[in-house]
């Protein structure tokens, strides 16, 4: 029966078969229901969501990762994992080979597990046994031309030096996790590189996908087949690596792996997936067993692992369900018996065997699928399956409260399987699942999020802070005219109170087709303290250096902060009817490297509850120090305590994002029709990414992958804006910014922010701004915005300048002016007569706005010349420039008039 097989293809099902019988640890025979043990004390005796989640967040904490990371698990002699030990932590091999799949599932278990610790003694020890792990991995299994062995010897010593795919993968898709989890810049960095060889010597150009041997060439005999396990824990780890360090090509990569194995990697009328197909991707004749076709482990990974490609990717979630559905579907009816037992094999078409029993890892598979499809439609069929597959799982593979599940049992026999370590059986599987279960779950009770295509139009916005004495003393109807009047149709209306400043002004605006954007400081900077509970102080953020003293910033490490920014824009979306919302500035102040300005570096935050944050997360017991170069964790003699105080920082700033957007109660829960964008800061320097990213925990890339926005804004950094010689074209030194945007998330709406220099004593003229937003346009940031409105130049250095106007045949005229009016410099048109013994009164200004009547009567069409000459500007409620103050008015030229033409009615 294999006369049209490879040897290579017969070798590779040989050793799937070998496989599956190592992980099932029971001989097949026909399926018979013996007497069950009784129901788990592990689950609440009524199923449901929540009491599920917490029952197994608390297996997971409290039994399953304390076995699997206790001090004896580490080998004493030469470093890494012991693997093999009963359920008591023994070693049953000491002496046996460490395998590479192995030690990065133990590290990941780890990782995990430092997450989870209660205490900082058991944390900082994970620690250690993480670091030495990584550390024999890095020293033993690594390859020095690049990728990864096989498998080593205990000391380490080589013994299978082939460089498998499925090896390379795994290492992209643990120490993706490993840094996503512990912002292990080591981790990161490794990941990178390791995809980075993979691809190169790994991916099949001809076809796509992964070849089975990189370290082959591509028409080598191994490579004849692919297998899909390979290649669908390819696409985890691509989507976990590109979630966290997004490219342009991790994103094609993505695409077309989701594309293979939605389209072929499954039987077209049984939604069974192969086990292997040819290399270019079509089904090969059956071999071997018929019962051993599809294997229903990797049928949930599949299907799951592609629900994780989609979201990274941005696709809707509605385009991806209905696949979605005929997978899981296909796995309740073939892969899921009534009783809940999970098979392991089965035909790739037709009725499978009923199985001896559960073994571990499939059982584990199925809960998370189960779990994934339900929490995705709500659907009472999907929890009825989560439950009978949950309660058999915990029934006959969770015997006792030491977390060391059972590999199997056979239910006709009585036969158990160790319930310790193994050669495949190192606690990734069941920790994994128990993890995705309770945030699947969890998810399950909140309201759906909401999926939009990007819905953010071009445009013209400003940037308006009405606690301006600008805004004061004037109508809302006013401040939206002027906008109007120069060319303005969109407000990003800078909230730093609990109401708006000008009453009306939102409605007024969207009453004139003028969008309003709620825009917000997540730092709490400019903010009144009177906003904040009194804990506020516990959230201060502290800088090493004094650069920024005079200013309050807050951390976004806290839960209590977190918190009230929720019910903060809770209370102003329900009050105002804001079309957008967007956070400005979310970042460390830092000075350091190009955005050094004076004095010595500073870096954020080094406040306690930063430092108690950090350790937490990471299990580091030190902190970076910023002030004495002699202290062993300086940050420039400790540069891995340095780069993960990194990473960790951007991972703080998408925590929080996602949170207040996302978490219980959070914006986009409750306002889910209102475009959220992100923003991060720009500089136009040859260095400039890399120095956003280290100095400010900027990473626009990252940031678009993992919250996906509406749109996405870059903002000019101070050395952009406040040098007097800058051209308007500077923000060409965006285009890589903007590059890594769209790279990671294609047709996302861009735009960005310059400023008129605010704080200088110059501000950019109208032909250096137009010149700007023109640049901008070409490279695709569509949208522009500044600060400030009342800021610019034309408020200083123009005479006010009539855009539109209006004059009714009973005489009410109004003119719009581009700025703000001088009421005592208006008052001579109180009585001034016209021709033909017509006379103005009623002379009103408000704003920009100047209202009057014309004393005669009418007739439509008629034109009436409006003495302008002498009419200035209002310096006394300009904000003032340094060295020059509010500065001189600006008058209307003499002999400058307007001519109204009255309206028909």
């Not at 979605?324 to 309740?332: E, H, I, N, Q, S």
């Not at 994934?372 to 593979?397: G, K, N, Q």
């Not at 109807?477 to 800078?494: P, R, T, Y």
């Not at 890399?690 to 926005?709: F, G, H, I, K, Y």
């Amino acid at each position: 029966m294999h006369a049209n097989l490879h040897p290579s293809q017969v070798a590779l099902l040989l050793a799937l078969a070998l496989l599956i019988v190592t992980l099932v640890g029971a001989v097949p025979m026909s399926h018979a229901v013996a007497a069950e043990p009784h129901a788990s004390a592990h689950l609440p005796a009524e199923l449901q969501p929540g009491p599920v989640a917490n029952a197994l967040a608390r297996h997971l904490e409290q039994e399953v990762l304390p076995f699997w990371t206790a001090p004896g698990i580490v080998d004493p002699e030469h470093g890494g994992y012991l693997v093999w030990f009963d359920a008591d932590g023994r070693p049953t091999q000491p002496d046996a080979p460490k395998a590479l799949i192995t030690h990065l599932r133990l590290l990941f278990v780890h990782a995990v597990a430092i997450r989870r610790a209660s205490d900082d003694a058991t944390r900082q020890r994970l620690r250690r046994q993480y670091e030495q792990g990584l550390d024999f991995l890095e020293r033993h299994f690594r390859h020095p031309e690049g990728g990864w062995y096989t498998e080593v010897q205990r000391d380490g010593t080589v013994q299978d030096a082939s460089r498998q795919t499925l090896g390379q993968v795994y290492v992209v898709y643990v120490l993706s996790d490993c840094y996503r989890l512990l912002s292990d810049s080591r981790a990161r960095r490794l990941a990178l590189e390791t995809f980075a060889w993979l691809d190169a010597h790994g991916h099949d150009a001809t076809h796509g996908g992964y070849l089975e041997r990189c370290d082959r060439a591509p028409d080598a005999p191994e490579n004849a087949t692919k297998a899909i396990g390979t290649n669908l824990h390819a696409a985890l780890a691509l989507a976990r690596l590109f979630q966290v360090a997004p490219t342009k090509l991790l994103r094609e990569r993505l695409e077309e792996l989701y594309a293979r194995l939605t389209r072929q990697a499954i039987h077209r009328v049984s939604r069974n997936a192969y086990v292997t197909v040819r290399r270019d991707w079509q089904p090969g004749p059956p071999a071997g067993d018929p019962q051993q076709q599809t294997l229903f482990g990797h049928n949930a990974e599949l299907a799951w692992y592609l629900q994780d490609v989609a979201r990274v990717l941005g696709k809707d979630p509605r385009s991806f369900l209905p696949w979605l559905r005929r997978a899981g579907d296909a796995f309740l009816k073939l892969g899921l018996t009534p009783e809940g037992c999970v098979r392991v094999w089965g035909p790739i078409r037709g009725r499978p065997n009923d199985p001896d029993g559960p073994s571990w890892w499939t059982q584990a598979e199925g809960m998370l699928l189960c779990a994934r499809l339900y929490a995705a439609t709500r659907e009472e069929r999907y929890w009825e399956a989560f439950a009978r597959v949950c309660r058999y799982t915990f029934r006959h593979l969770v015997v006792d409260h030491s977390g060391a599940w059972l590999g199997g049992v056979n239910l006709k026999t009585g036969e158990r399987s160790p319930r310790g370590g193994a050669g495949w059986k190192a606690g990734h599987h069941v920790v994994r699942a128990l993890l995705e279960c309770e945030q699947a779950l969890r998810e399950s009770e909140r309201p759906p999020l909401a999926f939009h295509s990007p819905r953010v139009k071009p445009r013209r916005a400003v940037q308006v802070d009405p606690g301006f004495a600008y805004y004061q003393g004037r109508s809302a109807a006013s401040i939206v005219a002027e906008l109007k009047a120069n060319g303005f149709d969109c407000l990003h209306l800078i909230c730093l109170s609990d109401e708006v400043a000008v009453p009306g002004l939102v409605e007024e605006a969207r009453r004139q087709g003028i969008e309003v954007w709620g825009t917000f400081f997540p730092t709490g900077v400019y903010m009144p303290d009177r906003l904040f509970p009194p804990e506020h102080e516990e959230w201060r953020l502290q800088l090493s250096g004094p650069q920024y003293d005079g200013y309050r910033f807050f951390s976004y490490i806290h839960r209590g902060y977190q918190q009230w920014w929720k019910q903060h824009l809770a209370r102003l979306f329900r009050k105002y009817p804001f079309d957008g919302m967007l956070f400005y500035e979310v970042h460390y102040p830092t000075m350091n490297g190009p955005t050094l300005f004076s004095g010595k570096p500073c870096f954020s935050d080094v406040s306690p509850g930063f430092v108690r944050a950090f350790q937490q997360a990471t299990g580091h017991a030190a902190f970076p120090n910023f002030t004495n170069p002699e202290d062993p964790h300086y940050y420039e003699r400790d540069r891995r305590l340095y780069e993960d105080f990194v990473e960790f920082r951007i991972q703080s700033i998408i925590d929080f994002q996602r949170e207040v957007l996302d978490g219980e109660g959070g914006f986009r829960r409750q306002f889910p029709h209102v475009p959220f964008a992100t923003w991060t800061i720009a500089l136009a320097h040859p260095e400039g990414p890399a120095a956003m990213r280290e100095n400010e925990s900027q990473d626009p890339a990252r940031l678009v992958v993992e919250l996906r926005p509406d749109a996405h804004f870059l903002q000019s950094h101070a050395p952009d804006w406040y040098r007097h010689d800058q051209p308007p074209t500077y923000v060409e030194g965006y285009a890589p910014y903007a590059q890594a945007v769209q790279d990671a998330a294609p047709g996302l709406p861009m735009g960005v922010q310059a400023d008129v220099c605010s704080t200088c004593d110059y501000r950019r003229d109208p032909a250096w701004m137009r010149a700007m937003e023109a640049t901008s346009h070409r490279l695709g940031l569509r949208t522009t915005t500044y600060y400030e409105f009342c800021l610019r130049w034309e408020v200083y250095f123009e005479p006010p300048v009539v855009k539109a106007s209006r004059l009714d045949p009973d005489g009410r005229a109004t003119l719009v002016f581009d700025q703000r009016l001088n009421p005592r410099s208006c008052a001579f048109l109180e009585g001034h007569p016209l021709p033909a013994g017509r006379k103005l009164g009623d002379v009103q200004v408000d704003g920009n706005l100047l209202h009057f009547r014309v004393v005669s009567a009418l007739k439509p069409g008629a034109r009436v010349s409006i003495p302008l000459a002498g009419i200035t500007d209002d310096p006394s409620v300009r904000f003032p420039m340094p060295t020059k103050g509010q500065g001189n008015p600006n008058a209307i030229s003499p002999g400058t008039t307007v001519t109204l033409t009255v309206r028909r009615r």
